[in-house]
């Protein structure tokens, strides 16, 4: 069983609709949790980071972390069809002096029609 | 700023040769960290580079190494290519000492014939 799970999709919503993407694991020692987004054959880009539990917003992007249930979620608001890419959830915890492994979701394909 | 840049950025090598890749960090940042991607394992932790000392290592043979130089840019090497090493090769910098907010380069795209 992989350390952080994640639905590949594709999914695929009209332009305007709210997303909701997700990701489980299975590690509580996770403390950091991060939401990339990869546009094909492009690296990822740093959408969204927080520490431990709660929401965390920024324009139309809203990250939930629940550790009790080891669940994290990101919601587009208004999704528009330049937010068809993939998007990667990520995990990380404080060992030896750092948090740089990150562990990565395999991505869920996501595509926004018009 | 300028961001994360990786030389070069398509690479063909033949098995059993060996590689070596290049990442130039966000102006500023401190630590490298390298990943592969492939479709079957998706995104996997190479290591961490911090101040030229590798500071965090990911379940990888030995033939993948790398280093660090005095003004933070970093080289990861492939020794005995093998065929299941063709991936996308990303470099990640990162400006603090706990270093998980990472910020991606656009990767090496190596192919292994």
């Known amino acids: 069983q992989k350390e952080v799970e994640q639905d590949p999709g594709p999914l695929s919503v009209p332009e305007g609709a709210i997303v909701s993407l997700n990701c489980t694991y299975s590690?509580?020692?996770?403390?950091?949790f991060m939401w990339y987004r990869q546009y094909s054959r492009k690296g990822p880009e740093l959408l969204m980071y927080?520490?431990?539990?709660g929401n965390k917003e920024d324009g139309r992007f809203t990250a939930q972390v629940d550790k009790s249930s080891k669940y994290i979620s990101l919601f587009i608001r208004d999704s528009q069809p330049s937010d068809s890419a993939t998007y990667l959830c990520?995990?990380?915890?404080?060992?030896?002096?750092?948090?740089?492994?990150?562990?990565f979701g395999t991505g869920t394909r996501l595509q926004v029609t018009l | 700023k300028a961001g994360v840049t990786q030389t070069p950025r398509y690479l063909i090598k033949t098995r059993g040769q060996q590689v070596t890749l290049s990442c130039s960090p966000i102006s500023g940042h401190r630590s490298v960290s390298w990943y592969q991607q492939t479709p079957g394992q998706g995104l996997q932790f190479l290591f961490e580079y911090f101040s030229e000392t590798q500071r965090n290592k990911g379940n990888f043979p030995g033939r993948f190494s790398g280093r660090q130089f005095s003004n933070s840019r970093s080289e990861m090497n492939v020794s005995t290519l093998e065929l299941g090493d063709s991936a996308l090769y990303l470099c990640?910098?990162?400006?603090?000492?706990?270093?998980?907010?990472?910020?991606f380069g656009p990767g090496t795209r190596l192919t292994v014939t």
């Open positions: 990520a995990m990380s915890r404080f060992t030896d002096g750092t948090a740089s492994k990150l562990t």
């Open positions: 927080t520490y431990s539990s």
């Open positions: 590690n509580s020692a996770f403390q950091y």
């Open positions: 990640a910098s990162s400006e603090g000492r706990v270093s998980y907010e990472q910020y």
